[in-house]
């Protein structure tokens, strides 16, 4: 198989994108970022720009590109504005692989784009799948393209699939760190503030994502996502709390036996796992010290304390427009309490009404 080299970063400035940056550096030789995208830190974009070398960049939010000066941008790179911009970028004959690592449901039409055109399609936003899964699998069974996760739970269950065959598995269990809540109570969980939720224990994330952690949300999207990525009803999706965030999910087979795949938590792997699969090779990331004793914890989740799962196999079930209206849900709600217009539990619930409506 040829390799594909050739990369469009869309949410190059994220911690996603700048991981990717990271992998594709490490790589060198062929390997080439050649589209790089931002919403509205432009500065950094430009100074991607000026440390990659790419031959187009984005700037999506249109307001912010027309307030900012792009004359510090190298010359011979060409900009495009806006929306559309990410999708043109997507869709260039040029792209072999299109890393999707735009935060929310902004990033569904370039995803959709990528895969219509029949790219190597390495998806990071997950809320592409719990929007439109349907449409997205669709478009890459008809294009011929591929998709490779990259969120590290997904990954994993990805590379411990290769064990078995699809008819052989009995259940995939995606593992949650627990999030800065952990160990907190409901009464402590109820009087949470914005501080507390973005402390989050293991992962360095935006601000959307780590509520995400906080609320258990990211996993109720998670459940969604590997309905689709795998092809798996709801109830052979499981979840369980391990904190140490080294055992990234696990496949368990018809015959009891269970595939893990493990590894410290540096975003870096499975990107690369997703730009060079099926080849493996060295990474720049750190590896397991197996010189010293170390002990892992696997825990049952509380749905009690954290009832967003609870939606996401309800979700996973039910299907139809569902996530779409979740996931839109969630976005608003998370937003509404970083501005502290509601309390950290109202998320949750808010989420729960807008479903039953």
């Not at 998709?147 to 269950?157: G, K, R, Y």
């Amino acid at each position: 198989m040829l390799a594909k080299t050739t990369v469009a970063v869309l949410g190059a400035t994220g911690s996603i994108g700048r991981a990717t940056l990271d992998v594709l550096e490490s790589l060198g030789g062929p390997w080439r970022a050649v589209g790089l995208s931002a919403h509205s830190r432009l500065p950094e974009l430009v100074e991607l720009s000026q440390r990659f070398s790419p031959d187009w960049v984005v700037a999506a939010c249109p307001e912010s590109a027309g307030r900012f000066d792009f004359t510090s941008l190298p010359a011979g790179v060409k900009r495009l504005i806006g929306p559309e911009g990410l999708i043109a970028l997507a869709e260039l004959p040029e792209v072999d692989t299109v890393v999707a690592a735009v935060v929310g449901s902004a990033g569904l039409a370039s995803s959709l784009a990528a895969a219509r055109q029949g790219k190597r399609l390495a998806l990071a936003n997950k809320e592409a799948l719990v929007v439109a899964g349907s449409l997205l699998t669709h478009a890459l069974k008809r294009s011929g393209g591929e998709l490779l996760p990259v969120d590290s739970e997904h990954s994993a269950i990805f590379q411990a699939l290769q064990a078995g065959r699809s008819r052989e598995v009995a259940r995939v269990v995606l593992t949650a760190s627990g999030g800065p809540f952990r160990t907190w109570t409901a009464g402590q969980i109820a009087k949470a503030t914005v501080d507390d939720a973005l402390a989050h224990p293991t992962w360095q994330m935006g601000r959307k994502i780590t509520i995400d952690s906080a609320t258990m949300m990211n996993k109720a999207l998670e459940v969604i996502e590997a309905r689709w990525l795998f092809d798996l009803p709801a109830e052979k999706i499981q979840v369980v709390v391990h904190p140490q965030s080294i055992i990234h999910s696990m496949v368990e087979f018809v015959d009891g036996s269970v595939v893990a795949q493990l590894s410290p938590p540096d975003m870096r792997l499975p990107i690369q796992y997703a730009l060079t699969y099926p080849d493996r090779i060295p990474c720049p990331c750190p590896k397991m010290d197996w010189t010293g004793a170390m002990s892992w914890d696997l825990e049952p989740v509380d749905i009690e304390r954290f009832p967003a799962l609870s939606l996401g196999w309800e979700v996973a079930e039910r299907g139809g427009s569902c996530g779409a209206v979740v996931n839109a849900a969630n976005e608003a709600a998370v937003e509404l309490f970083l501005q502290g217009e509601i309390k950290f539990p109202e998320i949750v619930a808010g989420c729960r009404r807008v479903l039953e409506h």
